[in-house]
């Protein structure tokens, strides 16, 4: 039988039983990134997020059709500008070539975090058609408005015959009046301020445009989503998810064009990832507030004194649950690193050693309450942090096993075997953990490291130059770097 599991709903702003449209199907729709600049952190923890997510309903037996987008096209800056042709303009490029730069950069970056990918990854531009017919649909319908080439989706109009606009993001329409900032340029050309462009007139000079039935232009940014998850999961479908940032306007008008096109709320269920935060503040390039995913591997960075693996990363976004905020911080990381190792350690203990007590041992129930409770906390909304406590927990009994301060008759073959099973169960399919070889988290590469660092330490204290620069100049050969902190002295792989 499947698992029971609970989900908190933006939509209705609880947690309910997840009750799929079809049964053992699940359709999950998730907003990609906009591909004109490099992948920052906060969007790494939104996607590492999902995935394990997507990870977990496979888990339990789901069969999931995950869709995720590239949006390429329509995503405006408040000036007014497409945030491609900006991308474009500022490197000389096609917006093509900027699209496909970071998209590329993308991949690698989900690939470095070891995060699946979606199953259908749909990019904007490839469905100018279907945004059309949907434009069309929203004008039929006779929710939307042509003013000067450009189509306004009439939210007055579908608020007062649906009473709907609004109810994801908790805004009522007055509020909207006063702080749309949607499409400042052509604030003249809507009957109401919160009104938003589903097509919008290109100007001359503008780089993306196509055809449509009402002027050479390009679709809004809101619409891609609502065109592309229909095409692929249907007109209603399971789950939708992004940032939380996303929930105004992007979401609330993505569910204004699915019901203003075909009747229906696209998504059962919506699921929203908190920010990242950096020493407790929104991650931010003005204020200077950021650190890039490569600093965080490398350590060039003022944020931080050494540089984390790729999966201590992950682990550490794992500490917090998708819905809290997640504040990174260099003692945070510090903690993680730790988190991860003592696990893995333990997991390596699990593997290597062998316990064949027959009948039951007196830890057996500890231990299998604490493996299905990590599960049951899964269940509940996905909750990561509860479930990795409840590991740590069994790891002063798994170290105690290696160390013989508990014999192995304490605890039964099936207890034992079952806790190895379910760990990397856990650790491996669920929260996509891997072991760290290539980095200074773990392995033989790392005491091998250690024992150079020391070497070059201790030519620097005995002022045994020509040895030090040789150590110095033969790991810049390797492209190792190495980074002395305050407490200790760190390395990377380039
Ligand atoms: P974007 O490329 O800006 O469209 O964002 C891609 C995804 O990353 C969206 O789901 C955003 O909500 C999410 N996102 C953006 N910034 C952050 C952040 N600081 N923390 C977590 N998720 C974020
Ligand atoms: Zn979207």
Redesign the pocket.
């Known amino acids: 039988m499947q698992r029971q599991i609970q989900v908190y709903n933006s939509l209705t702003r609880q947690k309910e039983v997840f009750t799929p449209l079809h049964e053992g199907f699940i359709g999950m729709y998730?907003?990609?990134?906009?591909?004109y600049s490099d992948?920052?952190?906060?969007?790494?923890?939104?996607?590492v997020?999902f995935d394990v997510i997507y990870r977990y309903l496979q888990f339990i037996g789901y069969k999931v059709r995950y869709v995720r987008n590239i949006?390429d096209v329509g995503?405006l800056l408040d000036d007014g500008e497409d945030r491609m042709s900006k991308g474009a303009k500022q490197n000389n490029l096609e917006p093509m070539e900027v699209a496909q730069k970071y998209t590329v950069g993308f991949h690698d970056m989900m690939r470095i975090f070891n995060t699946l990918p979606p199953n259908i990854e749909p990019r904007a531009t490839g469905h100018i058609i279907e945004q059309i017919e949907m434009v069309q649909a929203i004008l039929n319908n006779g929710y939307a408005y042509i003013a000067n080439g450009s189509v306004y989706f009439d939210t007055l109009k579908f608020a007062e015959k649906t009473g709907e606009y609004g109810r994801l993001s908790g805004r009522v329409i007055d509020e909207l009046l006063a702080e749309s900032r949607d499409n400042l340029k052509n604030q003249d050309e809507k009957r109401h301020p919160s009104d938003f462009a589903i097509w919008m007139k290109a100007s001359e000079e503008h780089l993306m445009k196509w055809n449509s039935p009402w002027s050479v232009g390009f679709p809004g940014w809101h619409l891609e989503c609502s065109a592309m998850s229909t095409k692929y999961l249907g007109e209603h479908f399971d789950i939708h998810?992004?940032?939380?940032?996303?929930k105004f306007p992007?979401h609330e008008n993505e569910i204004a064009q699915n019901m203003g096109s075909c009747g229906c709320q696209p998504a059962t269920y919506w699921l929203?990832?908190?920010?990242?935060?950096m020493n407790g503040k929104?991650?931010s390039k003005s204020d200077g507030n950021t650190i890039s995913p490569v600093e965080l591997f490398t350590g060039d960075s003022p944020h931080v004194t050494k540089g984390y693996s790729p999966m201590v990363v992950r682990f550490f976004f794992l500490q917090s649950h998708y819905r809290s905020?997640?504040d990174l911080t260099d003692e945070a990381l510090q903690a993680a690193e730790k988190g991860f190792k003592r696990l893995m350690e333990a997991g390596k203990i699990l593997t290597s050693t062998v316990i064949d007590t027959a009948g039951e041992g007196p830890l057996d129930k500890d231990i299998l309450e604490a493996m299905e409770g990590a599960f049951a906390d899964m269940d509940d909304d996905f909750n990561t942090p509860r479930a990795l406590s409840r590991l740590f927990e069994l790891v002063p009994i798994i170290n105690s096993i290696k160390d013989q301060k508990i014999s192995k008759d304490q605890i039964s073959k099936t207890a034992w075997d079952t806790l190895q099973e379910k760990w990397f169960h856990l650790l491996f399919d669920v929260f996509g953990l891997m072991e760290d070889t290539a980095s200074a988290a773990n392995g033989p590469v790392d005491g091998l490291m250690q024992l150079i660092i020391e070497l070059r330490q201790q030519a620097r204290d005995n002022k045994d130059w020509p040895t030090s620069d040789k150590i110095r100049d033969t790991l810049q050969e390797l492209e190792i770097v190495i980074k002395d902190g305050k407490e200790e002295t760190s390395w990377t792989f380039k």
């Open positions: 998730v907003c990609g990134p906009t591909v992948v920052h952190l906060g969007n790494c923890r939104t996607f997020s949006t995503h998810g992004g940032g939380n940032d996303l992007h929203h990832t908190n920010m990242l935060l929104k991650m905020t997640n």
